[in-house]
């Protein structure tokens, strides 16, 4: 969140346009990033539609996800130093961030008369961001820059099981993003799941998925499916599997 009226304050200039950015660190767990919430002010220019460039970087794996977005932003009502009113901006990244750990930059861009300020908080990680002309060499502010990052839902849904073939059927779904999917399955009529399922984990990529398995209990088994979406995949995660193969829980 940016610092109160009454709180020591700042913003800092990050304009492509201008030649000048601004570079904020941060490091999340869980899913990917599904969205960011962001403030600051636009100099000698009216409220309104502005172009944004928000790029995350991965230093040490050299990887980057860049968004191009045009938002109008939220005026809100603070004035601080007596002049200015910060504006919120929000979007979503589509498709989510799955960077963990690194640096985001967020920028304006396609107006240099409409610099864009990017303004302080005073409940950062103690880490000062990094500020210079494009391309560097980046030097550490005296401030940190508020941002906020919401986590990406994490879902599985279209869930299908049907006959294929004679003694196999295939489980179909739909996952939004990467991540291990638990497949919970029961013949037992009297289980109440979690209580009674078997269960297989198996790293899938987002997208529409399958596995196939054996049908000789087709008519009593039971499926339910989870999705953890931490954004690194296990160590040991591997080709999913083309098969399952259900036993009879009925008995156990």
């Not at 304009?15 to 990033?33: R, T």
């Not at 928000?54 to 601080?80: A, H, K």
């Not at 980046?138 to 869930?159: M, W």
Request: charge should be negative; proline fraction near 8%.
């Amino acid at each position: 969140m940016p610092s109160l009226p009454d709180e020591p304050w700042d913003a800092y200039l990050s304009d492509l346009d201008n030649n000048f950015v601004n570079y904020e660190d941060y490091s999340i767990s869980g899913s990917a990033i599904g969205s960011i919430t962001f403030w600051g002010v636009h100099a000698g220019c009216a409220p309104g539609a502005h172009s944004f460039e928000i790029l995350f970087i991965d230093s040490v794996n050299n990887l980057t996800q860049t968004y191009n977005v045009t938002l109008t932003g939220t005026v809100l009502n603070p004035v601080y130093i007596g002049a200015y009113r910060l504006t919120e901006y929000v979007t979503q990244l589509t498709p989510p961030c799955t960077i963990a750990n690194g640096y985001v930059r967020i920028a304006a861009t396609g107006d240099g008369g409409c610099p864009f300020y990017w303004t302080s908080t005073n409940l950062g990680n103690g880490n000062n961001s990094l500020a210079g002309f494009v391309g560097g060499p980046y030097n550490q502010t005296a401030a940190e820059l508020a941002f906020c990052l919401g986590q990406a839902p994490c879902v599985v849904d279209s869930l299908t099981y049907l006959l294929d073939s004679p003694g196999n059927a295939i489980l179909r779904w739909y996952q939004n993003l990467p991540g291990v999917v638990t497949i919970w399955y029961t013949t037992d009529p009297n289980a109440v799941y979690p209580a009674g399922y078997s269960s297989s984990s198996i790293y899938y990529p987002a997208g529409n998925n399958s596995i196939g398995t054996n049908a000789n209990f087709a008519d009593n088994v039971r499926v339910v499916l989870t999705l953890d979406c931490t954004i690194a995949p296990p160590a040991t995660a591997i080709t999913p599997p083309q098969f399952l193969i259900i036993e009879n829980d009925a008995g156990k």
